[in-house]
Nanobody, 118 residues
Framework: QVQLVESGGGLVQAGGSLRLSCAASGRAFAVYHMGWHRQAPGKQRELVASIRSGGSAAYVDSVKGRFTISRDNAKNTVYLQMNSLKPEDTAVYYC????????????WGQGTQVTVSS
């Protein structure tokens, strides 16, 4: 199984930037598809960015052009670069992993808080 640990969250003013990191344990990181999710208080968790094992990425409309997901398989790490942050981006951000043959994310990190002040 995969162990995931997020870091890089914090408090930032609107318009600022943060880079989240997700460090994965295990021997098979490179074969996993990875996703960044977020959950704001009182709201449902949503997938905001995903990246396949091959490197192709996808984003929810609300973050397109502002967020970039990337991975470094040599470091067993996936990143989420967040630019032009908005107060609506405030949430706990979770890293998750899935296999190519599963549609759901089965492995989750503990989350890291991102707070964007207005």
């Amino acid at each position: 199984q995969v162990q995931l640990v997020e870091s890089g969250g914090g408090l930032v003013q609107a318009g600022g930037s943060l880079r989240l990191s997700c460090a994965a344990s295990g021997r098979a990181f490179a074969v996993y598809h990875m996703g960044w999710h977020r959950q704001a208080p009182g709201k449902q968790r949503e997938l905001v960015a995903s990246i396949r094992s091959g490197g192709s990425a996808a984003y929810v409309d609300s973050v397109k052009g502002r967020f970039t997901i990337s991975r470094d398989n040599a470091k067993n790490t996936v990143y989420l670069q967040m630019n032009s942050l908005k107060p609506e981006d405030t949430a706990v951000y979770y890293c998750a992993a899935r296999t190519s043959w599963n549609g759901q994310y089965d492995y989750w990190g503990q989350g890291t808080q991102v707070t964007v002040s207005s």
